[in-house]
């Protein structure tokens, strides 16, 4: 599809196609309110026919629309024209992180590329403040400036992904190569997912490849959960051993034993510029072999279970039948020992349990979910509402089977087995802005509070608007804000400015044509024309005709009729100089002095004329002229100057 030239919003022009992504084509645009250029990311057709990711997805980058970090790439805003769901975000110069790896074709220098992680992990600390986790740290979302400086983009999309039920064929959002082990078995995943991520950008950086790689993505999928890389220094040597070490723990499988928030990781980063060798990053151990997990079948198809599983059941399949007999008294003994159980599980179930209800409120749905199912309880979510303090599909509330519902659960026990209902945020409630441009202000104010958002008023004048109707307002109509916020609207106080009418002046003098207008309250500008028909120095004509009704302080050019008056002028002649003549000598050394008629004229009429030596230098004529003139000066008819006077600004005229 070809958008160049094609008017989002009303607002956002497409100039050219700049990029391509597993979810969107990004174009560059120009933001034709502001006067600047924008990045536009346009979502693919196959991720816009789901009402529930759409949903996901503008919730989502409205949320991270409210990031503000200088390594953060800012989002402007975000909507929707026909079919085209798009963000619009800021136009950054520079390449991708991923670009300048491919680029540099092994190691970049740890300083710098500590540089960068310290930059990210700024980022990814004002994100998690935020509950906003990317999902999809890799070096394709980051950008290094022209200036050096570290963007991070896309933050909050691959979250509307995941939680969508949307499948694109052939396509994988984000790369494997980077997920954490929870994300590439379709676990929980959270702001310690990320930095896993964080650590595999480090990894690849200083050795100039990813920890994990293999020809399919499901296998590398498995190597993030069930192997343990090569240690980066082992693959660089020149790492300084404090990087090694940020890096190996933050590329832990187990999540508590990873850093624990960008925080931490940051102090460490920022230890290692000074300290490159020392030892101050904590390690702790643990039991790999419990991390051999199942990988969502919903992200790579029908594989259920990991190769130690498959070889398992083969080992135990062969045992059976190589030992029959044996098989057949294990088989008694652990049917005696169900029968004993389902006892035991039946007295369980007639007398529970007391246990004590976590305090899931705040937490997401799928977390609060996946505490209330270890503590042997019963999730459920009685409904949803909007709520401006809690993020959209987090816990607002819960109750028990007999209470109410509470936000402070932390005394609340109940049997195993309870249900435990909650009241799961839509998030602030959305609202669309009305169109209240031309309305009465009062009328506009109704319009905008039965929409559930609040009117300000700001009152200017306007030439054009009635007093007390709307000029315009400063969010434009059908944007969709959040319930509550304020909508300012600009209401005519009339034009502010006095009232003139235009006396007529021509005829009068220029003086008292100037003190009539000026007295009304108008600026006056004086042009001149010649009009010998008219008297001098009257007024023949004024820009703004008698009668009209114009603003105080309006300018009006009037035309005075200004004639030429006759003046006094003198022409010079230098005759010997204007001919450069030289007279010859006789034999006996006595000059020849010749003559030669001198004519002088102004205009066509002929001022002087008379035979003169042609040593003469004192030639003089006088003339009476007005306005422009010609004088000529003739040597024997012969043509020998010409000069333009103007008799206004000089009288006198030398030709030599």
């Known amino acids: 599809m070809n958008l160049e030239g094609k008017l989002l919003g009303s607002r ?20 034709k309110i502001l006067k600047r250029y924008v990045a536009v990311k346009i979502l693919r057709d196959e991720f816009t026919t789901d009402e529930e990711f759409i949903k996901r997805f503008e919730g989502e980058a409205q949320a991270a629309a409210r990031l503000t970090h200088p390594n953060i790439v ?30 540099e074709k092994g190691p970049l220098p740890w300083k710098w590329s500590v540089n960068v992680a310290i930059q990210i992990a700024s980022a990814l600390e004002v994100a998690h403040r935020n509950n906003i986790v990317h999902r999809d740290i890799k070096p394709h979302n980051i950008i290094i400036t022209e200036d050096g400086i570290a963007k991070v983009t896309d933050f909050g999309i691959a979250k509307a992904v995941s939680n969508s039920t949307i499948t694109a064929f052939g396509t994988t959002i984000g790369s494997v190569h980077y997920f954490s082990p929870e994300h ?121 279970e990991n190769n130690k599983d498959e070889k398992n059941r083969k080992e135990e399949k062969n045992f059976i039948k190589r030992h029959k007999a044996l098989s057949i008294v294990i088989g008694i003994i652990l049917l005696f020992s169900l029968s004993l159980g389902g006892t035991l599980l039946f007295l369980n179930a007639t007398n529970p349990e007391e246990v004590k209800v976590p305090n899931i409120v705040g937490l997401s749905q799928e977390e609060a979910k996946k505490q209330i199912e270890e503590a042997n309880l019963t999730f459920e979510v009685e409904k949803e509402e909007y709520d401006k303090e809690v993020p959209e599909g987090n816990v607002i509330s819960l109750k028990t089977e007999i209470g109410d519902y509470t936000k402070d659960p932390s005394n609340l026990t109940v049997k195993e087995g ?24 009062e009328e506009a104010i109704r319009i ?133 003549y030289t007279p010859e000598k006789d034999e006996e050394g006595e000059e020849k002095v010749e003559k030669a008629t001198v004519r002088i004229t102004v205009g066509n009429d002929t001022i002087y004329s008379e035979s003169k030596n042609k040593t003469a230098t004192d030639i003089s004529a006088s003339y009476s002229a007005k306005g422009n ?15 333009e006077i103007n008799m206004n600004t000089t009288t006198n005229c030398v030709f030599e």
């Open 12 to 31: 956002y022009e497409i100039i050219e196609k700049i990029g391509n992504g597993g979810m969107s084509t990004v174009y560059k645009a120009t933001d």
């Open 74 to 103: 800012s989002i402007y805003d975000v909507g929707v024209e026909g079919n085209l769901y798009y963000i619009v975000m800021e136009l950054i110069q520079g390449k991708t992180l991923k670009e300048i790896i491919i680029e």
């Open 184 to 304: 590439a078995r379709g676990g929980y995943t959270d702001a310690k997912s990320d930095l896993y991520s964080l650590g595999v950008v480090m990894y690849e950086m200083v050795t100039g490849r990813v920890p994990f790689d293999a020809d399919t993505p499901v296998s590398v999928a498995l190597k993030h959960m069930q192997d343990e890389p090569e240690e980066p220094i082992e693959v660089n040597p020149n790492i300084p051993s404090a990087i090694n070490k940020i890096i190996m723990k933050a590329l832990k499988k187990d999540i508590t034993l990873r850093y624990q928030s960008a925080t931490e990781m940051l102090s460490d980063l920022r230890k290692a510029l000074k300290e490159p060798d020392g030892d101050f990053v904590e390690q702790k151990e643990y039991d790999n072999t419990a991390m051999t997990q199942k990988i969502n079948t919903d992200m790579y198809g029908n594989i259920q």
């Open 418 to 441: 309870s249900t435990i209902s909650v009241i799961i945020s839509k998030g602030q409630e959305k609202a669309k802005v009305p169109n209240v441009k031309g309305k009465e202000k």
């Open 448 to 580: 905008i509070e039965e929409a559930k958002l609040v009117a300000e008023v700001v009152e200017e004048t306007s030439k054009t608007v009635q007093e007390g109707y709307v000029v315009s307002q400063e969010t434009e109509p059908d944007t969709e804000v959040l319930a509550g916020e304020t909508v300012k609207i600009h209401v005519s106080t009339g034009t502010g400015i006095k009232q003139v009418t235009v006396e007529g002046v021509t005829g009068r003098t220029e003086e008292e044509a100037k003190k009539a207008l000026q007295k009304a309250g108008l600026k006056v500008n004086v042009a001149y024309e010649e009009d010998s028909s008219k008297d001098n120095e009257v007024v023949l004509k004024q820009s703004i005709d008698a009668g009209e009704v114009v603003d105080e302080g309006t300018t009006i050019t009037i035309t005075v009729n200004k004639l030429a008056q006759m003046k006094q002028g003198t022409v010079k002649v230098n005759l010997k100089s204007l001919l450069n």
């Open 629 to 643: 003139v010609t004088i000529k000066v003739y040597v024997d008819d012969i043509l020998k100057g010409t000069k």
